[in-house]
């Protein structure tokens, strides 16, 4: 039995180790870079309500009013994206992400080539994006957009991180309409593309 | 009543740690502020005087709140050293590791870095089963000619870190607000504009440097 504990409590270890070399790109050549960007996981969302989640509801009406009081939430978030939803379903995240990141490693003299070419394999996922709440007690909302960054040697990751970039400006919910939340996403998902090629080129 | 009187006060004694102010000592880790873009402009010598407190007045005491689980504020998680010190000692270090000087003394010459602290914020989200931690640091940053008094470089940036665990204290706590650090200082080290802004300054600098060298050399051909 204790044999098993130490052995969990090294397997434990070596993955967290392993999590924690892959969170730096490190100083590694690259000879010829791959890239691809999927946005098939990719999720418009507000973050509002669910901000200024407590454990009141727990406390009142255990786990199974936790779990109601949590889907009330996100359903007061799913209305307050409602009116966002077409504006956001026609922003082409994806190819200004992709162009981003491609321009910026091209302006460094490293142009990308194909899968099939390449040495190392950049893979860049989509993940949530949308508004968020910026604190708990505040009430102004700032653009977010997270991205799953993974890097392959042949088979071997030598790279995966979450990058999480959020804008500058905060604004109340009145007062973001959807060409203004367009417009501060396409800013930052080209700020988001440029920092990958940054963190590529200076690793 | 007494008994009553004697379980408040023990429940009071047991949460002791949650209102009163958690002090965290932050800053950038040695290896966290590395060469980036600024690194490939000329090493030039900038002037930073200090970082001026520009944060809301509720935000300035702390740099977080500390709740129960009805979302009531406890206490306060402050910092054992002034925000500012900290952003100002992000900076020197940012730029020192792109190369660059810095000092606190202006030369009339040399570019003059203001920092303006707007935000140094941590906060937390608590999901169903999850918390998430989110630390945010802004400055206004620009740059002035102290030859012209014009600001040649002004911008906001951001440190901000986000990280979603089953919980965590002051351990948590001093790492997000450590990482949002690192991210301002990433930030700062990949900003183009602010690189070409000490590119223009360190060209304008060399070529007043030639005008000079040929004024001099005309004057001794001339005596």
Redesign the interface.
């Known amino acids: 039995m204790f044999a098993t504990a130490a052995a969990v409590c090294v397997l434990v270890f070596a993955q967290r180790a392993g999590a924690d070399d892959l969170e730096t790109l490190q100083a590694i050549p690259i000879a010829a870079l791959s890239l691809s960007v999927d946005d098939s996981d990719s999720h418009f969302m507000i973050?509002y309500e669910?901000?200024?989640?407590?454990?009141?509801a727990?406390?009142f009406a255990g786990i199974i009013g936790?779990?109601i009081n949590?889907a009330i939430n996100a359903d007061q978030d799913a209305a307050l994206a409602r009116p966002y939803l077409a504006a956001a379903n026609a922003l082409p995240l994806r190819d200004i992400i992709e162009n981003s990141i491609r321009s910026t490693l091209e302006a460094r003299g490293m142009g990308l080539t194909d899968a099939a070419e390449a040495s190392h394999l950049l893979r860049v996922e989509i993940k949530d994006w949308g508004l968020l709440r910026?604190?708990?007690?505040g009430t102004q909302l700032t653009t977010f957009l997270k991205l799953h960054l993974i890097m392959k040697d042949g088979k071997e990751r030598v790279w995966d991180v979450y990058q999480?970039?959020?804008g500058?400006q905060a604004e109340n919910i009145e007062n973001i309409t959807p060409e203004t939340l367009s417009a501060a996403m396409e800013k930052l998902a080209a700020k988001s593309g440029?920092?990958v090629a940054?963190e590529i080129?200076?690793r | 009543m007494f008994k009553t009187f004697w379980i408040a006060l023990g429940a009071l004694s047991l949460s002791a740690c949650a209102t009163g102010t958690t002090n965290l000592s932050l800053g950038l880790s040695e290896d966290a502020a590395k060469p980036a873009l600024l690194s490939e402009v000329s090493p030039e010598v900038l002037v930073l005087k200090d970082v001026k407190d520009s944060r809301k007045p509720e935000e300035t005491a702390r740099i977080g709140n500390k709740r129960n689980g009805y979302g009531m504020v406890m206490g306060a998680i402050g910092t054992k050293t002034a925000p500012t010190d900290t952003v100002a000692d992000v900076i020197t270090k940012t730029l020192e590791a792109n190369g660059h000087s810095v000092t606190s003394t202006p030369d009339g010459k040399s570019l003059e870095v203001s920092a303006e602290l707007t935000r140094f914020w941590l906060d937390y989200k608590t999901g169903f089963v999850t918390v998430e931690f989110f630390g945010d640091v802004q400055i206004n940053f620009s740059l002035t000619d102290p030859a012209s008094g014009e600001i040649v470089f002004s911008d906001q940036f951001k440190g901000y870190y986000s990280d979603k665990t089953g919980g965590g204290l002051s351990k948590t706590w001093t790492r997000v607000m450590d990482a949002a650090l690192a991210d301002l200082s990433k930030e700062i080290s990949m900003s183009a504009e602010l690189m070409e802004a000490i590119d223009e300054h360190e060209a304008a600098g060399e070529t007043a440097a030639d005008v000079t060298t040929q004024a001099a050399d005309s004057d001794e051909t001339g005596a």
């Open positions: 973050v669910r901000m200024g989640e407590t454990a009141t727990a406390v936790a779990g949590s910026n604190s708990f007690d999480k970039e959020v500058k440029k920092r940054y080129i200076y």
